[in-house]
């Protein structure tokens, strides 16, 4: 047989062996079912997908005004920013693949040719391939598969982070929006009572300081109006931003946030889901895993720095043939892996020491955020049962003064603006609430943990 | 309205009233007017007479001081004090040269006692806490006898802790006949001025109001509830007005000129009649007034105080005279859905949205469809035959007929002959 043809037989026996293919859709089936299971809410690379993809379910009327839900939905569809983190993916498959394969063998034909009479060219081949890269390729393929988990939960943990920026962007917007509402009202009410004072002054009844007064008090609700508009603009237009909408488009939010969610599960069933669900959690886990690996590795293998194998064959300038086979070894005289297996031994502990830091921090985050939304529903429960009622019955009872002569008009018309101020009071509270909401889902790794952490409170019996 | 009671009373049967009869004793019957002793009861309007007993040939009435309910008018109750169920507490009657023994039974909170005011008695009854007699405390009853040495309209009150007691309507008459009556009186009618300040919503008077007073009652009651003093053409009328509220009252009769006969000092000689139409009768004072009853009709009655004649009304308000809201209006209601804009050309529209006065819906008066606070009355109210009569307060109407109902009821508005009647002329 032709040495040039065995040794390109050989070559491409190793080739075969040693090739790895991308995954379908570069593993984001994986991801899709993590968010979906974490967030309940779908995903679509259209890249990978087409533009048009997405279930039926996962459309947004724009003609009814676009829920918190509805928000989410249509932001993880429609941003170009998770259509950018999902390339994530694609990246981070290609070096899953490349660190799949062994390293190309190598090829080299050397041809000489002789002054000496009669001579043939001399030729010479070589086929040289890494052993060492053979005998790691399993554990680098295993390792290079951890890597890719690790970045596919990086892409949840940055989706549900983005759930997280576009439910607060929507509560500050909806917020917004009836901070501007009733500073409006507000301000009709001090028009209303300036024009009103102006009749009295021209009438001869009324002091020009008490007119001042009133002219005072109106300017100070228009200059509040001017202010909400600017927040309601600047609110309206950073969601717009996060769900790829023109913010002077035709879409609209509800008139009023939600007046509270299902009751918290308790603490302890909170920050235990917590910990067990959160991706960033599981992300530096992937990581102590890989370096557990290589940790592994790197011990197996301190005395085999490198070793490469050759196949060689040579035609000698008077025809005869010479092949062979070759071996190279590193010898470890004076490196025996003892750097890198310190450094991984340190990187290990680190990640160790990393692990509880990052644990410690989530179990922080989830607790800050349950308490604060926890004081915040009963923060809630003292607006609607005293500070709403009370400021309606001020009101009310003033009109029915005001009507029997007994009480002032202005009087009757500033308690109304009180009461503004008082429903202002509580959209703040509700703005604080829903936030809190949102934070303490991320903080427990997306929305669904809120049920898995009753479900399992239910199942130990409390 | 007049109550039969008191319609009763005055055609000289004794009605049943509160107190307890022993066995043996018998009540006595004021009969008709003329023999010694015996005397035409008086009328008070929206109130009665103390019945007694005679025990041992001393009149013996029982006084109980207590915390009770008031209707100042349909709309309006009061949590006051008083006797017997009712502030002014019952007009005691007796007559000169009686002995009276007069039981307190005191079933206040507090202490109290009985000042008999304007009476000659011995001292130790004249009811001082502290100076004449211990205090009468809760629970207690005392006994205070004494012999009328007199004649004329007197009052009643506490004097412990005059100023709460007092404000809260602790009041009564004390009526003392002639021996033998100096002149026929027909009709003889008792009322007790007095001032309260119940802040608008509430039910109970503020005993810390020295000035600022908002409502202004005769015998406890507010116009509309006020009942109107029925008299037959040609009677020979005598009203008693007794004040201890904080302010004089110039009370005012149209139609009529009177002549004042009485104070509380005692009766006038005929010669030092004054008259009027007009009597001021101070604070801490009584006066008498009388005239004949021949122009018929219906004759208003009142407080020339004007703010007297209102119900409570607002003191901080501003001030809507001449005040236009056309346009602006509009604008407040989309902030205050039912505000109406009024004053501008007088309160008269007040007195027009409470046109409906008088229909209850729970929570407060109607006002021609606008609500008051509870509790409380239009400041101006009243319908008469002719429109809106626009009052409140210190003001009735005595009514001149030629016939009355037998059953002592209100006879209705006159009914002017023809001609009589002021006419519009452009």
Known sequence: MNPVFRMSLAAACLVVTGCSTLQPGHGFDAVREQVRRAGDVEIVWHAMEGSDAGSPGSKVDFDKPLTRFDAVRFGLLNSPRMQALFEALGIADAERAAASVPGNPGLSILARDSDAPGTRTNLEIEFATSLLDLLLLPSRRAMARTDFERVQLEVTDAVLAYTGEIQQAWTAYVAAREHRQLADASHHAGTAARELAQRFEAAGNLSLLELARHRSAEAATALQLADTRIAEYTARSELALLLGLDAAGDWQVPETLPEQGPALPDLAATVATGLSRRPDLAVHRKRI??????????????????????????????????????????????????????????????QSAEAEAIRAMARKQIAVAWHTARTLEDKLATHRQLALPAAADTVREAQLHQNYMLESIFHVLAARREQYAARAGYVDTLHDYWVARSQLELAIGGRTGMTAARDARGANGS | MIGRRNFLLGAGLLATAAGTVHPGATARAAGAPGGPGRYRPVITPNGRSLAYRMVDGVKEFHLVAEPVEREFAPGMTVKCWGYNGSTPGPTIEAVEGDRVRILVTNRLPEHTTVHWHGLLLPNGMDGVGGLNQPHIQPGETWAYEFELRQHGTHMYHPHADEVVQLAVGMMGLFIIHPRKPERRIDRDFAIMLHEWAVHPGTYRPDPAVMTDFNMFTFNSRVFPGIDPLLVKRGERVRIRLGNLSMNAHPIHLHGYQFHTTATDGGPLRESAWWPETTVQVPVGSTR????????????????????????????????????????????????????????????????????????????GMHHGGLRGPRNTLPMMMGEGPFGLIEMGGMFTVVKVRDELPADGSDPGWYRHPPGSIARKVS
């Open chain 1, 289 to 350: 895993e890989n370096t557990a690996a290589a940790l592994r590795i790197a011990r197996r293998y301190r005395w085999l720095g490198g070793a490469d194998f050759m196949l060689n064959g040579e035609r000698e300038p008077d025809g005869s043939d010479l092949r062979g086979f070759g071996l190279a070894l590193e010898l470890p005289v004076f490196d025996q892996g003892q750097p890198e297996i310190a450094r991984l031994q340190s990187l290990q502990r680190r």
């Open chain 2, 288 to 363: 008498d007034i009388e005239f004949v009853a021949d122009a018929p009709g219906d004759w208003a009655f009142h407080c020339h105080k004007s703010h007297h004649t209102m119900n409570a009304m607002g003191h901080d308000i501003p001030n809507t005279l001449g005040v236009s809201q056309r346009g602006v209006e509009e604008k407040i209601r989309e902030v205050l859905p039912g505000y109406m804009g009024m004053g501008e050309t007088g309160m008269a529209e007040h007195a027009e949205h409470s046109a409906a006065a008088g229909k209850h819906a729970g929570h």
